[in-house]
């Protein structure tokens, strides 16, 4: 867990208004009041698509994000994407995907 524009949960820190100016994004530590967080710490995994209990209810509840380019689940898509890809290969194309013309 050490790429702070890669939630846990399967967000993509780096499309918020806030990050890097208001927030440093998921780091970890500084995030023990995110259920995700704290989960991933316990099993000692990088984020919630390396879970053997994927996907939990808690994060089939989740909404990150009710932005365009949200839509309800995209986050459980990005945790498969990302489990598939890995997370260096996940970050470009979140970038790419998200980056504006």
Not at 22 to 34: F, R, S
């Amino acid at each position: 867990m050490g790429h702070r524009e890669a939630g846990a949960c399967g967000d993509w820190c780096g499309k918020c208004p806030h990050f890097s100016r208001k927030c440093p994004g998921c780091i970890p530590l500084q995030h023990l009041d995110c259920p995700f967080v704290r989960c991933c710490l316990a099993r000692d995994i990088e984020h919630c698509g390396l879970c053997p209990d994927f996907p939990c209810r808690e994060l089939r509840e989740f909404v990150p994000d009710d932005r365009p380019g949200c839509p309800p689940g995209y986050h459980i898509e990005n945790l498969r994407d990302r489990a598939a890809r890995g997370t260096a290969a996940w970050l470009a194309a979140q970038r790419a995907a998200w980056r504006k013309p």
